[in-house]
């Protein structure tokens, strides 16, 4: 069935250092794929998102990179700072079905 | 605007009662989704509407859950019979239009506790 994995499930970096968290989806048929960052008790936010048309998307310090060739796609937060901890989500969805499936989740620590 | 808002926050029941939880989605958004989120875990579907029919329930555990949105709006979440293993956040998200690559925007969700 449809799946997709995350890893790694946790990641602590120094304040100032890139954090990458790498996911890989099973069905080929994806299209566009959001990652989202959840803070303790509050509702997930989407923070970046990339569609299947184009490798490579970046917004500021976060940046995401698709390979659809090996379905994998991965979140690249640069100069992290300590309100970039949090748990982050990547998620694979496909024209027709709606609904999106999520990793399992990435907890961030930057420590200061 | 407004976001998506859901109530309750917190709901406590016991084990065998029945509870309802509510969505409201943003303004205009014709889609709306709900997603159950465990600890420790990413949301997992469990049914999207397009206006007021139900586009795909794939993801409903068992016949215990069941969804409405009667009016293309207002969304509620209905669980008979609750287990403690019906535990969990309830997340409902909303999105412009159906089809994939729009952007789903979630709500607070509804954190249920079944004791």
């Known amino acids: 069935g449809e799946n997709v994995e995350q890893h790694p499930s946790t990641l602590s970096v120094q304040e100032g250092d890139s954090a990458v968290i790498k996911c890989t989806y099973s069905?080929?048929?994806?299209?566009?794929f959001p990652w989202y960052k959840q803070e303790l008790g509050k509702r997930p936010q989407l923070i970046i998102d990339?569609?299947?048309?184009?490798g490579e998307k970046k917004d500021q310090r976060i940046a995401v990179t698709l390979n659809k060739t090996a379905k994998h796609f991965s979140l690249h937060i640069t100069e992290t700072q300590p309100e970039d901890s949090a748990v982050y989500f990547c998620?694979?969805?496909?024209?027709?079905?709606?609904?999106?499936?999520f990793g399992t989740g990435t907890r961030l620590k930057v420590l200061a | 605007g407004a976001g998506v808002s859901q109530t309750p926050s917190n709901k406590v029941t016991e084990k065998g009662k029945y509870v309802e939880l509510r969505c409201d989605p943003i303004?205009?958004?014709?889609?709306l989704y709900w997603y159950r989120q465990s600890l420790g875990q990413g949301p997992e579907f469990l049914i999207y509407?397009?206006?007021?029919?139900?586009?795909?329930d794939s993801g409903l555990p068992n016949d215990r859950f069941f969804a409405v949105r009667p009016e293309g709006s207002v969304s509620t979440l209905k669980i008979q019979r609750t287990e403690r293993g019906d535990s969990a956040v309830y997340l409902c998200a909303s999105s412009p239009a159906a089809g994939g690559g729009e952007t789903q925007y979630f709500g607070p969700g509804t954190r249920l506790l079944v004791l």
């Open positions: 998620a694979a969805s496909k024209g027709g079905t709606y609904k999106y499936i």
């Open positions: 303004s205009g958004h014709t889609a």
């Open positions: 069905d080929s048929a994806s299209n566009y």
């Open positions: 509407f397009q206006g007021t029919g139900a586009a795909d």
């Open positions: 990339i569609r299947s048309n184009v």
